[in-house]
């Protein structure tokens, strides 16, 4: 019973070391998705990553799917950007607009059509510019331009510049 004393705190010791070892990198990219549905048409958006600092770029992609067996669904966008991407920020009561990517799209109806069953990706790098609310959360949004009622959308956290060094 003597010797057992040291053989436990032995092996105590080696759990505690091997709880020691690296893990993955804390500021690893990890993507946040959310999904909205209805009218025969499915939007998925993934914003990545999950947590960026101002002057890094944040990637949005958007998949919309037809969810019809038998219709095609057709989106006729109001503008020549077929996906928009809005930045909110929280009031303590509502949540505010704060931007809307891209912040310029030429002025031509643009329809397109989604067989039955068929999907399609969009994809859009968006500036975190100084102007951003720094050091909270804010919600982006996306959605197909001519279908602002499917607008799925995740938290993210925005955070100071990085320090120079």
Known sequence: MRHAAPLIALALAGL???GCTPGPAVDAPSP???TAAGQDLRVQVTVQPRTVRI???LHVSLIATNTSEDQPVTITSRTGA???VTVWEHDNRTWQQVRQYP????????PWTLGPGESRTFEMTVPVEPGWPEAK???ITAHL???PQLQPGVITTVLPRAPQE
């Open 16 to 18: 505690l070391l091997a």
């Open 32 to 34: 946040v998705t959310a």
């Open 55 to 57: 002057g890094e770029p």
């Open 82 to 84: 077929l996906m928009l």
């Open 103 to 110: 912040e310029a799209a030429i002025q031509v109806l643009s």
């Open 137 to 139: 959360r804010v919600r």
């Open 145 to 147: 331009n001519g279908r």
